[in-house]
């Protein structure tokens, strides 16, 4: 086994300049990686203030292209998305601000879309049974129980 590698200040900071222009990153993935690396606390700091000082790092543009991307790639609804941004313990304000990235006619026509498809694959002669798996599927994206929940009555009588 060989000894953890060490890095000098300015090695570290390279090393995260190139892993932040790589794509985007939250504070909360550079304080882990800045962990991993063994930097002491005033590093980690000092590294921390320059990235953000040369826009490396930047929690609302983070926010938005997390959003953008899970919401288009992954279909998830907005409950699922400010959920997962919480974890990444981004602030409630930039959570709201990243949100309005989604517009409302694709955020509809994108639920109404996936529930067909979702509902088309369900094979359960069981009516009770197939609302519920349409709405757990639906819900554990993210989606809003209230949209989920007129959908189902649109789709299974």
């Not at 300015?10 to 993935?29: F, G, S, V």
């Not at 203030?49 to 292209?65: M, W």
């Not at 919401?71 to 959570?95: A, C, H, M, V, Y």
Request: proline residues 3%; charged residues 35%; hydrophobic residues 35%.
């Amino acid at each position: 086994m060989y000894p953890p590698k060490t890095y000098t200040v300015d090695e570290a900071q390279k090393r995260l300049e190139r892993y932040c222009a790589y794509q985007e990153r939250c504070h909360k993935e550079i304080t882990q990686k800045l962990y991993e690396m063994r930097m002491i606390p005033e590093a980690r700091d000092q590294i921390i203030v320059h990235l953000l000082q040369h826009n490396f790092l930047n929690e609302e543009r983070y926010a938005k292209a997390f959003v953008r991307g899970k919401f288009r790639i992954k279909k998830w609804g907005k409950q699922r998305l400010q959920l997962e941004l919480k974890r990444k313990d981004i602030n409630k304000t930039i959570i709201s601000i990243a949100l309005k990235e989604i517009d409302n006619t694709d955020y509809y026509k994108t639920f109404h879309a996936l529930a067909e498809k979702k509902e088309a694959t369900i094979r359960d002669s069981n009516l009770q049974k197939r609302r519920k798996k349409l709405a757990d599927y639906l819900l554990y994206r993210g989606w809003e129980s209230h949209l989920v929940y007129d959908k189902i009555r649109e789709l299974i009588p």
